[in-house]
């Protein structure tokens, strides 16, 4: 399969090449972006899956629509697996991770962004770094994450 351009059309603007990774057969970006260049595509203000309040009519939709997603992923979750360990790899503000832990799942989250990673603190989210244990999880979960 050849590579594919693709375009950040909501935050950066730039562009970068998808290609197969031989090994696992799955996307990913090549080159491979650092965790400090992955930062850019996270802007620290108004970056909406990392808020936490609803303030402006457009938010408050997309936190409704974001709230409906979330009972869905978690039903798709449910024809698997009811409980156990989860990993929410690329957590956001730790919604889903929040919403899985009410149905009884043992969570840890997964972030890069450091304005994610201050909201999850204040959340008291279990956070974990790389490298990640191996066969640990009996879900891992990475939702709009690339």
């Given at each position: 399969m050849k590579?594919?351009?693709?375009?950040?059309?909501?935050v950066s603007k730039s562009s970068f090449e998808l290609v197969v990774d031989k090994e696992t057969t799955a996307f990913?970006?090549?080159p491979?972006?650092?965790?400090?260049?992955?930062?850019?595509?996270?802007?620290?203000?108004?970056?909406?899956s990392h808020?936490?309040?609803?303030?402006?009519?457009?938010?408050?939709i997309?936190?409704?629509?974001?709230?409906?997603?979330?009972?869905?992923?978690?039903?798709?979750?449910?024809?698997?697996?009811?409980?156990g360990q989860m990993l929410d790899y690329g957590t956001g503000n730790g919604?889903?991770?929040?919403s899985a832990q009410q149905q009884g799942w043992q969570v840890d989250?997964?972030?890069t962004?450091?304005?994610?990673?201050?909201?999850l603190k204040q959340r008291q989210l279990s956070v974990v770094a790389k490298p990640l244990q191996a066969n640990h999880y009996d879900v891992i979960t990475l939702w709009h994450v690339f």
């Open positions: 590579q594919l351009t693709v375009i950040d059309h909501l990913k970006t090549s491979e972006l650092s965790d400090s260049e992955l930062q850019k595509y996270y802007p620290k203000e108004g970056y909406a808020q936490t309040q609803a303030s402006s009519l457009t938010s408050k997309y936190a409704l629509v974001k709230q409906m997603n979330i009972r869905t992923k978690c039903k798709w979750i449910r024809q698997y697996a009811s409980t919604d889903f991770a929040q989250v997964y972030e962004s450091q304005n994610a990673l201050d909201i």
